[in-house]
């Protein structure tokens, strides 16, 4: 079977327009990994900051590849049966109250307990078949016959344990379910990892994986970013605020603005039909990017001249 869409990934400039169409803004390195790592066969490990758009990649390459997107979201104490398979015991409990009537005819002919369990025993893979198997998100990303996307995010904030059993399933892109047997994808799924950078992740599943660190962007492509996604901004007001926001990264705080915050942010002002920033402005504004009440203090004690700086840059 063919990998999804060859045309999709026949070159990195393709890729930056198909991303485009679909409201994603591929920097040339983005483009870049996204090309190899389908080339290669191998699964993407995301890192970056929290808020610049790094499950965003994985939903956009879905809607580009036109394939369904798959999510397994990490957390502590996740486990195989949360992220791979469990049995449906309610329906073989329900199955097993409705063939009751049924065991006398089973049991028929049985003259002790040795031979009641021998003809048990016939009946036992009725009940752990795929009728009565509930796939997570790993297997139904095997289970796909046409391709998926698998994203498999925050990474980082699943244990060692998860980590060394995910390392398995990426290498050989199957698994064992010992009453059913193995189970392979026809199509390996595109797998995207992310991490916010909480833990350190393992050398081996960063081997196995094309390693993309995706930072804050610079102020052109921010403001390609905005106009995607607030397209009603003026381009005046965008570079303004594209301005304070880079100028308030530099500055001490608890957490700098994402990129979905500046996105949050210029469609805000557009609801209040702003033109222009301006001092008072902002400040009644500030809550829409910035969380922390200390990082509030610390842009008002600059809220001037980081203003003025930005209408300026027009």
Known sequence: MKPYHDRAFVSIETIQRGFADVGYVCSPQIATTLYLAYHLGKPILVEGPAGVGKTELAKASANYLGAPLIRLQCYEGLDESKALYEWKYGKQ????????????????????????????RQYNDIFFSSDFLEPRPLLKALQQEAGAVLLVDEVDKSDQEFEAFLLEMLSDFQVSIPEIGTIRADLKPFVVLTSNNTREMSEALKRRCLHLFIPFPDAKLERAIIQTHVPDLSDDLRRQLVSFIQQARDLDLKKAPSVSETIDWAKVLVLLHASSLNPDLVRETLNVFLKFEEDIETVEEHLYGLTRKAIETV
């Open 93 to 120: 409990l329900l199955y097993t109250q409705i063939l009751k009537d049924k065991l006398n005819e089973v049991m028929q002919g049985a003259e002790d307990i040795a031979s009641s369990i021998d003809r048990l």
